[in-house]
């Protein structure tokens, strides 16, 4: 589920001392997303949402929210958003989420 060789690569470029910032970042912009795609899905968005979704998780470390975000992107992208899976989306990004923070111990500051 989670890339701990990116998470690992990430902590080195923007140093330790810094990882914390980076992550309270990237889930804030993440949770803005997932709840506009949980709250008001506009189908005409999804190739835009996810295609920004996938690059901040592979970015991350996310790597089964990346991979599910990609497949989404795809369908979108062919004219077949009502084929996009939402709800494995948001639960991808939950699980993943939980689980980075939980084995990292650390905390959703910015959300």
Excluded at 92 to 100: I, L, R, V
């Amino acid at each position: 589920m989670i890339d701990w060789q990116r998470v690992d690569e990430l902590r080195d470029e923007v140093g330790a001392e810094d990882f914390q910032e980076v992550v309270d970042i990237f889930l804030e912009e993440v949770d803005e997303v997932a709840d506009r795609l949980r709250e008001t899905p506009d189908p005409g968005s999804y190739e835009a949402e996810l295609h920004f979704l996938k690059g901040s998780a592979l970015n991350l470390g996310f790597a089964t929210l990346g991979t599910i975000c990609a497949d989404g992107e795809k369908l979108a992208a062919e004219d077949k958003p009502d084929a996009v899976d939402l709800t494995a989306v948001l639960s991808a990004y939950e699980a993943s989420k939980a689980e980075f923070l939980a084995q990292l111990g650390l905390t959703q500051d910015a959300a």
